[in-house]
């Protein structure tokens, strides 16, 4: 098979490659979003399960301040009653004060009652709310976990398509070894494995590439790397590439001629 044969293989080997990679990765992805749902509904659960548990202590809170208000209404009624069987100014006095702390407990008990009332009723409040909220959650969660699933079957079915398919480049020139190197680099490579080289620079990496081996990859006798960034590479004709090309060549022979291209060395035979 013709490089130029090989390359064009090369280059839709790498397009599938690419569309194979990308579906690799939501399928990977899909699972996260619904994982990020199910650990809200979490947070929700267990928050409820908090709200709930502040709630049913402030209605045993609640229950024990009626069972005192009412402890202290018995006892002031009490004390009142007595006041008809009292027959000294000392009895009186003492049964007196006795009514009025009673009435001033049972006054602070009353607001005590109140206050904790209005907790219970807002506990109640908010768990009514986190419950509609949990309901919610759990439907987004359910219907998530459906169309996920049914995305990753329909995803995965695609991937299994394209990996038959990518196989199938195994075959003459591509070799297996070739195959699961270039399969590497696309997959490193954000999707660029094979790349052209203008003049003398690779642009993958665009880095300047030394000329003999520039001229190997012209010659197209064999698929060469490139040394830095290990994409696959091919020489493509651009405007002004060629001139560059040939000045770098020209700057190398001047420079490995040295002083022999300007100075005649029968000059110095006379110092032999």
Known sequence: MEEAEVFAKLSQLQEDLTVRFALEDEIVKLPRDLKVKQELLDKINLEYIDEHAHSEAAKDDLRSLRIQYDDAVHARENSEKQMELISTQREFEALEKEIKDAAAKEQNLLKQLHVKEKQVH?????????????????????????????????????????ETKCVQYITGDITEDLYNKFCNIVKNKKGKGIVPIHGLVCQG????LPIQFVNDVRSAKDIEFCPYCSRILYYEEVEGADEQFRKRIEDVEIEEG?????VDSSEFDDLL
């Open 258 to 262: 040295g002083l022999s291209d300007f």
């Open 205 to 208: 990496c665009h880095i300047v």
């Open 122 to 162: 807002e506990f109640g409040d908010r768990l009514t709310e986190k419950e509609q909220l949990m309901i919610l959650q759990k439907q987004e969660v359910d219907n998530e976990a459906s169309k996920i699933e049914a995305l990753l079957s329909e995803k995965r079915n695609q991937l299994s398509k394209l």
